[in-house]
């Protein structure tokens, strides 16, 4: 088994559901007491989340460079980055640390690319749904790739950081994604991308009329792939 350096704690929540998946995963392929062979360097997240609504992502990168240098020391053999957000420093992350990173947004694009999908909608940080350097790389994937109207986008993204980074899942706020979602698929989305690694902790497949792809079981399942091959 090769070992993954987890750079998690954005938020803790979930990162906790990332090392349940990468273990299931891994019991799932070679059964017995087997579990994952990791890494995990698991940040403070309050400094990270200031640098990113202050727009200084140097300051977000020189603290993740700092713990991807370490786990690469720690003997790791590729970096998986716990975060749909954080993937804005991805190249920056793989130079840093010399470890090859395996892109959430990839791993997910060429799942839904599989299912005969060309139309998504993205629900995630409004960093994630408004620059480039995720709708990008789904773009290059093939993919038309949909984002709620604005004020929506800063509903969703409030939601995230004041409630589900913080273990708060209120029905309200289900309701709330559950309209957007709806609106996605009047739009044309075949199906949506839950595009921050929260997000499952609110919605699942009854909320939605079309599939929902979970980032962070993909994620993971691309984890548990290095690491077995």
């Not at 998690?8 to 062979?37: C, F, I, K």
């Not at 990173?101 to 993205?122: E, F, K, N, Y």
């Amino acid at each position: 088994m090769r070992t993954l350096g987890v750079l998690g704690g954005m938020s803790w929540t979930s990162t906790e559901s990332y090392y349940r998946l990468l273990n299931e995963g891994v019991v799932a392929r070679l059964g017995g007491l087997h579990s994952a062979q990791l890494l995990l360097h698991s940040v403070d997240f309050d400094p990270v989340a200031q640098a990113q609504h202050d727009g200084d992502w140097d300051a977000t990168l020189t603290i993740l460079s700092k713990a991807a240098q370490g786990l690469a020391r720690g003997g790791a053999e590729a970096l998986l980055i716990a975060t749909n957000t954080m993937h804005k420093v991805a190249d920056e992350l793989e130079e840093a640390s010399g470890l090859p990173v395996l892109h959430i947004a990839d791993a997910t694009a060429d799942a839904i690319v599989a299912d005969g999908v060309s139309s998504v909608g993205l629900l995630a940080t409004a960093f994630t749904m408004e620059q480039d350097f995720y709708v990008g790389r789904l773009r290059a994937k093939g993919l038309d790739a949909i984002v709620p109207d604005a004020p929506a986008r800063a509903e969703v993204h409030r939601i995230i950081y004041d409630e589900l980074c913080r273990d708060v899942v209120l029905d309200a706020s289900r309701d709330t994604y559950r309209d957007v979602i709806a609106s996605l698929v009047d739009q044309g989305a075949e199906a949506v991308i839950l595009g921050c690694t929260e997000i499952t902790l609110l919605v699942g497949a009854p909320d939605s009329t079309v599939p929902l792809y979970d980032t962070t079981r993909i994620h993971a399942a691309a984890g548990v792939e290095f690491m077995l091959g």
